[in-house]
């Protein structure tokens, strides 16, 4: 038996730490329990900038955790924190929204905090690391499924940082022992998603009016669509993606299935059996569409989403109501 692993895990005799930056946020809230199941010590390096302060304390009070609070923007922070480790995950980033309106802070945070963290990892011997990149890298999608070997197009400085941090794996596993993968997470949703998301808030928005006895309200014909990927698959594809052996690579992490704008309304209004129809609110929309192609991380992981659409909105509409004031 397995001496470390509970669920799927690999044989690690004596656990071996990985470095989760950005560990107690959306995603690290999910990913550090799938990795402490996995057989690893997590180590989780994080400024607090945006987390939910009562998951981060659950998080930390898990054996096996242990918080480094520091900022990956500042390199001694980060070699402290690197010290020791296996292996890292790197979440620590500062979102889309905050991109646009702050160039300056969001490229110190998301490419210079890549550069600092790979610097150290590559000084430390570190073996592995896991990146989160973003499907944003593809820009307005000309062609779909959006493939790994098709045409990117980082349209803001957030989707060039997380482009910049993929070709800064590859520069610094020239120079290595590093073997990487980035992982290009589509439209990630599921319980304690952040409200100011900027695809997927559109979730809560629809379910807080629906809550009100209110329709949703569309803007333009709401054929818009993202590719909706479940945070517990993205935290399982975290996982597989750190101990797998495959390096070199960024792979895709969504569903393969388009969800329009129009059509997550009318699932929330079946989910929630309310009694209205959804509004639609003339416009000029652009009509931007997602959808992975998932082809390659089935290959090369043997990763396949496992929540379905409808289950995953049932999962947001539990946690909504379990956290209702
Ligand atoms: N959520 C999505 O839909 C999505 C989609 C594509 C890519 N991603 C990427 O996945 C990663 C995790 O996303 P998330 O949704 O959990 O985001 P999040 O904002 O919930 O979590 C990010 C974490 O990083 C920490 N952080 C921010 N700046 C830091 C700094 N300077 N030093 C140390 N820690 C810092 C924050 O405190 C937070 O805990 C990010 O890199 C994000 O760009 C997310």
Same mark, same amino acid.
């Given at each position: 038996?397995?001496?470390?692993?509970?669920?799927?895990?690999?044989?690690?005799?004596?656990?071996?730490?990985?470095?989760?930056?950005?560990?107690?946020?959306?995603?690290?809230?999910?990913?550090?329990?799938?990795?402490?199941?996995?057989?690893?010590?997590?180590?989780?390096?994080?400024?607090?900038?945006?987390?939910?302060?009562?998951?981060?304390?659950?998080?930390?009070?898990?054996?096996?955790?242990?918080?480094?609070?520091?900022?990956?923007?500042?390199?001694?922070?980060?070699?402290?924190?690197?010290?020791?480790?296996?292996?890292?995950?790197?979440?620590?980033?500062?979102?889309?929204?905050?991109?646009?309106?702050?160039?300056? +802070? #969001? %490229?110190? !945070?998301?490419?210079?905090?890549?550069?600092?963290?790979?610097?150290?990892?590559? /000084?430390?011997? =570190?073996?592995?690391?896991?990146?989160?990149?973003?499907?944003?890298?593809?820009?307005?999608?000309?062609?779909?499924?959006?493939?790994?070997?098709?045409?990117?197009?980082?349209?803001?400085?957030?989707?060039?940082?997380?482009?910049?941090?993929?070709?800064?794996?590859?520069?610094?596993?020239?120079?290595?022992?590093?073997?990487?993968?980035?992982?290009?997470?589509?439209?990630?949703?599921?319980?304690?998603?952040?409200?100011?998301?900027?695809?997927?808030?559109?979730?809560?928005?629809?379910?807080?009016?629906?809550?009100?006895?209110?329709?949703?309200?569309?803007?333009?014909?709401?054929?818009?669509?993202?590719?909706?990927?479940?945070?517990?698959?993205?935290?399982?594809?975290?996982?597989?993606?750190?101990?797998?052996?495959?390096?070199? +690579? #960024? %792979?895709? !992490?969504?569903?393969?299935?388009?969800?329009?704008?129009?059509?997550?309304?009318? /699932?929330?209004? =079946?989910?929630?059996?309310?009694?209205?129809?959804?509004?639609?609110?003339?416009?000029?929309?652009?009509?931007?569409?997602?959808?992975?192609?998932?082809?390659?991380?089935?290959?090369?992981?043997?990763?396949?989403?496992?929540?379905?659409?409808?289950?995953?909105?049932?999962?947001?509409?539990?946690?909504?109501?379990?956290?209702?004031?």
């Amino acid at each position: 038996m397995r001496p470390n692993a509970t669920r799927g895990g690999p044989v690690r005799v004596g656990r071996s730490t990985v470095l989760v930056t950005g560990g107690l946020g959306y995603i690290g809230s999910h990913a550090v329990p799938e990795l402490l199941d996995r057989g690893w010590r997590v180590r989780i390096l994080d400024n607090r900038y945006r987390c939910d302060a009562d998951a981060a304390d659950a998080l930390c009070a898990m054996p096996g955790v242990d918080l480094v609070e520091g900022d990956v923007r500042y390199p001694h922070a980060v070699d402290r924190a690197v010290q020791g480790v296996e292996a890292v995950v790197h979440l620590a980033a500062v979102c889309i929204n905050k991109s646009i309106a702050d160039p300056a +802070e #969001s %490229l110190d !945070v998301n490419l210079m905090g890549t550069q600092h963290l790979l610097d150290s990892v590559s /000084r430390h011997g =570190v073996r592995r690391v896991v990146f989160a990149s973003s499907a944003s890298v593809y820009g307005n999608a000309t062609q779909l499924p959006m493939r790994e070997d098709g045409p990117v197009d980082p349209l803001t400085p957030y989707c060039t940082a997380k482009l910049a941090g993929e070709q800064l794996l590859a520069f610094h596993a020239q120079r290595s022992a590093l073997t990487w993968l980035a992982l290009r997470f589509f439209n990630v949703y599921g319980p304690g998603q952040p409200t100011d998301a900027f695809y997927t808030s559109v979730i809560l928005t629809f379910v807080k009016r629906l809550l009100a006895g209110q329709p949703p309200v569309i803007d333009g014909r709401g054929d818009q669509s993202m590719d909706f990927v479940h945070v517990a698959d993205v935290a399982r594809a975290i996982g597989l993606a750190l101990d797998s052996d495959a390096s070199g +690579e #960024s %792979l895709n !992490v969504g569903t393969g299935r388009q969800t329009t704008v129009a059509e997550l309304a009318e /699932r929330l209004v =079946v989910a929630m059996g309310a009694d209205v129809v959804p509004q639609f609110r003339p416009r000029e929309v652009l009509v931007a569409r997602r959808e992975a192609s998932v082809e390659r991380i089935a290959e090369v992981l043997g990763w396949r989403p496992r929540v379905e659409i409808d289950e995953g909105l049932a999962s947001v509409l539990d946690w909504i109501k379990q956290h209702r004031a």
